[in-house]
């Protein structure tokens, strides 16, 4: 720092290339230096990775306490040329470049259809040190080999397998259609691990029903567009009341625990579908009891994609854009009341179940 007697100018100003303002500063990205923070960068990847479709792949190797190996396969080559966009290559480069420099050691390998060797970049600490007969056309299969750097992980950085496999887990029911393929070693024994789910949330909320003592009903898929937002997921009702109520949220690709407007609207959305099918059989105004009757009964996944999020606090843990209330409330109602109305059936078993012992029920 200049003495106060001192002009400040440009002189003072220190110049940082792009990977010495991530190494000065690894929390802003990681939020910490630790598993969850591998997590974090790892889902930033994962996400510009999804996006590309169906066809994703990806797979990380665990090769030593703080090595592993991340392995894409890349998209069709019709797909990678897109005119005015850089090569497939290039953007998966640049979406690991958090990585790239608090790793000791990163290489990045581009192999052909017959798995041939088109280039090679070796790094150190993200500063390029070597790069091998880099001539790269369309690569078929992308390797991103590091160490993460003891100096900003710390030496007792260890990866946990069973955490990584939540994580994995959770990202793939997310991402219908996405392959990750974990693999490591334990006492001596290799494991692997696939998580792909081609029906996203739908399969999450079966597993968690075949958890609890009975069954559920009403198993309804959503998949909602509005203006600048995406609400995709699945909901059930519990058949027993022994069995405890399931509800998780997530909003661009992590989950909000305390959920918020996303959710707001959904249960608002639910209550009201429910309230206008039944409201000739439910005297009174039906909507506080419906919906605490609904949080008892529900079994609900839901993932908000949003351009433009806000959130209550300090941390991304309650989302707070009323705007997305009463358009997902409507589109859930209407959604709820059109798939009552075609399945008389289940019209009958929702109001025996969801719906008994409310006071004037008919």
Not at 121 to 128: I, T, V
Not at 238 to 249: I, T
Request: aromatic residues 10%.
């Amino acid at each position: 720092m200049p003495k106060p007697t001192e002009r400040y100018s440009a002189e003072n100003l220190a110049v940082l290339n792009w990977y010495e303002h991530i190494r000065k500063r690894p929390g802003m990205y990681l939020g910490a230096t630790n598993q969850r923070g591998f997590i974090n960068v790892l889902r930033e990847v994962l996400a510009a990775q999804a996006y590309g479709g169906p066809y994703a792949r990806v797979g990380l190797v665990l090769t030593g306490p703080a090595a592993a190996r991340l392995a894409f396969e890349a998209p069709p080559t019709t797909v990678q040329q897109v005119p005015g966009r850089a090569p497939y290559w290039v953007l998966l480069s640049q979406n690991l470049e958090v990585l790239n420099a608090l790793s000791e050691r990163f290489y990045l390998d581009l192999m052909g259809p017959a798995g041939q060797l088109q280039g090679r970049r070796h790094y150190r600490k993200g500063r390029e040190v070597a790069a091998e007969a880099f001539a790269p056309s369309a690569p078929s299969l992308i390797h991103a080999t590091f160490q993460l750097d003891p100096d900003i992980w710390g030496e007792a950085f260890c990866w946990n397998p069973d955490f990584l496999q939540g994580e994995l887990r959770t990202f793939a029911y997310l991402n219908p259609g996405l392959r990750l393929d974990l693999a490591y070693r334990v006492a001596e024994v290799n494991c692997r691990c696939l998580f792909q789910y081609d029906r996203g949330l739908r399969d999450c909320i079966e597993i968690e029903i075949l958890r609890g003592s009975g069954g559920a009903y009403c198993l309804t898929e959503i998949d909602l567009t509005g203006e600048g937002w995406q609400l995709r997921g699945a909901f059930a009702f519990r058949e027993y009341s022994v069995d405890a109520a399931f509800l998780q949220s997530y909003v661009n690709q992590e989950r909000s625990p305390d959920h918020g407007t996303h959710v707001d609207g959904f249960l608002r959305g639910l209550a009201r579908g429910l309230s206008q099918y039944f409201r000739e059989q439910l005297p009174i105004d039906p909507d506080q009891v419906l919906e605490r009757r609904i949080r008892e009964n529900i079994v609900a996944a839901l993932h908000l994609q949003i351009a433009h999020p806000h959130y209550r606090g300090a941390v991304k843990h309650q989302l707070a854009n009323p705007e997305v209330v009463e358009p997902i409330a409507q589109d859930v109602a209407t959604a709820v009341f059109e798939r009552l109305g075609a399945d008389p059936d289940l019209a009958k078993r929702v109001r025996g179940g969801l719906l008994q012992n409310i006071a004037g029920m008919t």
